[in-house]
Nanobody, 121 residues
Framework: QVQLVESGGGLVQPGGSLKLSCVAS????????MYWVRQSPEKGLEWVSS????????YYSDDVRGRFTISRDDAKNTVYLEMNNLKSEDTATYYC??????????????RGQGTQVIVSS
């Protein structure tokens, strides 16, 4: 069964940090690029960051570039999203997605159940 399970979300103050994890199962992670999206009532579903299957390329939305870092550890079947200097506008549910897209979201791409991030003082 192909599955993605995110974790690591929570409540954090503005300026704080969180590291999200996405554990993949049921497929060979190293064969596919991955990306993160987030969803909030204010902005809807938006693409955040992507990483190539080799890990040699990473891409970020303008909103998060310089603050977020995407990475992967294929030996652990895990993709990460390290988030620093968090802002209130980063509040959303974050999903990892099995596919490779840049500045786009595939409605039929496999996503996990999501992990909620709340940035508030």
């Amino acid at each position: 069964q192909v599955q993605l399970v995110e974790s690591g979300g929570g409540l954090v103050q503005p300026g704080g940090s969180l590291k999200l994890s996405c554990v993949a199962s049921g497929f060979i992670l190293s064969t596919t690029g991955m990306y993160w999206v987030r969803q909030s009532p204010e902005k809807g579903l938006e693409w955040v960051s992507s990483i190539t299957h080799s890990g040699g390329g990473s891409y970020y939305s303008d909103d998060v570039r310089g603050r977020f870092t995407i990475s992967r550890d294929d030996a652990k079947n895990t993709v990460y999203l390290e988030m620093n200097n968090l802002k209130s506008e980063d509040t959303a549910t974050y999903y990892c997605v099995k596919s490779f897209r840049i500045r786009a979201v595939g409605q039929n791409d496999l996503r996990g159940q999501g992990t909620q991030v709340i940035v508030s003082s």
